[in-house]
């Protein structure tokens, strides 16, 4: 239930305040703005909330990896898809949306994962006493 209540904190400030602005921005008369905000709201939020995922220590990486990468892909390509800021005329701009989804999503998992596994477990490690 720990894990729930961190999940909603997570996801619910962005999501709340991007929202707030960008139903702001849509009441006055900026469609575009208002819709790649409230897209900007939703990334953030999806991102903070499933970085909980990766404090479930009974699950492997690759459970982790896994169900972080569903997450995204129900909540950030089609949030990405619905910005507006990538033309959607031919399924080869769909695939270009897709691709950036992947690759961006590899590209920062990988930066992750030797941060976390190979960086800062070095910086952690404790001076040898004398």
Do not use: C, N
Not at 8 to 15: C, E, Y
């Amino acid at each position: 239930m720990k894990l729930l209540g961190a999940v909603l904190l997570r996801a619910g400030i962005p999501l709340v305040i991007m929202s707030a602005i960008g139903i702001a921005l849509l009441a006055q008369g900026k469609p575009d703005d208002g819709r790649a905000t409230l897209a900007v709201g939703v990334i953030a939020a999806a991102v903070s909330g499933a970085s909980v995922i990766y404090q479930v220590e009974a699950w492997s990486m690759r459970t982790q990896t896994l169900v972080h990468f569903v997450v995204m892909t129900v909540t950030v390509l089609p949030a990405l898809l619905l910005s507006g800021w990538f033309p959607l005329d031919t399924g080869w701009h769909y695939l270009g949306v897709v691709a950036v989804f992947l690759g961006t999503g590899i590209l920062l998992w990988a930066f992750f994962f030797v941060l976390f596994t190979k960086i800062l477990p070095r910086r952690r490690t404790p001076p040898a006493s004398t």
